[in-house]
Structure formats: C-alpha cells, structure tokens
C-alpha cells in the first residue's frame, strides 16, 4: 500500500512570495495533520483536520492556511514567505486523529532565499 | 503547560552496548504516547504507542515502557542500522502532538 505521498519534495521561494505545499494521505485515513520541523527540533504542530474540518490550529501566524478535500488529500498554503520559513514542512494521516498513530510522508523542503 | 524533554541529547555506542533512551512529560489527560524514529532527510517513521502506565511494547531491538511521568526506549545489543534520531511526542486532551527534539543515536561498528 501507498504511504503518504508530499509533493514537490523541494522548493526554492523568496520573501514575500506564496506557496502551496500538497499531501495524499494512506487510503482509508480520513485525518490529516501538518508540521514544520526545524533542524535539530522535533516537529512543530500546525494544523490537524478531519472528514474536512480543521480540528486543531498551532501556534502560527494567519499566513498559514490549509484546507481538506472530500479524498481526504490536503493542501497547506503559506503567504507572504520569510525567512524563518524556511524548513522540512511533514504531512501525516492517521485513521481517526485522536489516540492513533499517526504516518509521516518525506515532508517538504522549503527554502527562503 | 504540556511539554516533553528527551535525554539525552546525542548517545554515542558501540555496536552491541545496551542503552535506555528517555522521555519526560509533563501533560494533562495523556491521550497516548509515541515514539519515532527519522533518519536523514525522511519523515518520522512510528514505532510505538503507549497509553497508560505501565504498558509496554518490543520489536526486535527496541523495548518500549511507560509510567506516569516518563518512558524509556531501551535499546539491546544495537548495530550500526539502528542509528536515527529517535523522537518521543505525546497527545493531549486536544488533537495536536506534542514532540521533544529528539535523541540522535549513533552506533559505531
């Protein structure tokens, strides 16, 4: 079976400008959730949704969106790029989202020159 | 505040030298505690779940345990394969995970 499927695996942005970062989760998972993973720190939580609706937001600005599909694939989306940004951007599905581990994909790269 | 410290930081080991990883947590109506392994350049990749004190779970190498505060990842007779940076998180009353920074293992042959 698939895993989790990110794409692309590496972008090269520069401040200011937008991106949309996509994700297909394992089949039959209908939550997803997004993180930002700095190097050398664990994953940081962005957003979690589930059949569709966002279920739980962390601790990032508004220029972070992201939403859910009815095939339950997702897209984050960030706007107005900064530096900071720049990081392994990892995507995750599990079965329910509560209690149940959760699967990663590869994550993307995001680079902000 | 929900929180999660591992320790140590980096462990250097020979091939074969027997270790214990761990995870400390402090959170409010513990949902249920993972641990995960990431080698370079990759996604998280589960290993365990735990959800109450006490519980514990093997595969191969690798042993997992649980009490009210902390879990431990031991590690018998590693090889060099079992070199990652392995990666604690916890869920709360709320659906986000919770992650410490990680324990980078590395095994010398």
């Known amino acids: 079976d698939a895993g989790v499927t990110q794409s692309p695996t590496h972008l090269i942005k520069t401040r200011g400008q937008q991106v949309t970062l996509r994700c297909s989760p394992i089949?039959?998972?209908?939550?997803v959730s997004w993180y930002q993973q700095v190097l050398g720190q664990g994953p940081q939580f962005i957003f979690q949704?589930?059949?569709?609706?966002?279920?739980g937001r962390g601790n990032f600005p508004d220029r972070f969106s992201a939403r859910q599909f009815p095939n339950y694939s997702s897209e984050l989306n960030v706007n107005a790029l900064l530096l900071g940004d720049s990081a392994l951007y990892l995507c995750?599905?599990?079965?329910?989202?509560?209690?149940?581990?959760?699967?990663f994909g590869d994550g993307t790269r995001l680079s902000i020159l | 505040e929900d929180q999660v410290t591992q320790s140590p930081e980096a462990l250097r080991l020979q091939e074969g030298e027997s270790s214990s990883l761990n995870c400390s947590y402090t959170?409010?109506?513990?949902?249920?505690l993972f641990w995960y392994r990431q080698d370079p350049g990759k996604g998280p990749e589960f290993l365990f779940t735990?959800?109450?004190?006490?519980e514990e779970k093997e595969k191969e190498r690798l042993k997992a345990t649980l009490t009210k505060k902390e879990s431990f990842l031991h590690i018998t007779a590693p090889k060099p394969e079992d070199s990652a940076t392995y990666l604690c998180?916890?869920?709360?009353?709320?659906?986000?995970?919770?992650w410490g920074a990680g324990t980078k293992l590395i095994i010398k042959p």
């Open positions: 998180a916890v869920q709360a009353g709320n659906y986000q995970l919770i």
């Open positions: 959170v409010s109506g513990l949902r249920g």
């Open positions: 735990l959800y109450s004190a006490g």
């Open positions: 089949s039959g998972h209908k939550s």
């Open positions: 949704y589930y059949e569709k609706e966002e279920r």
């Open positions: 995750a599905s599990s079965q329910q989202g509560s209690g149940q581990p959760q699967h």
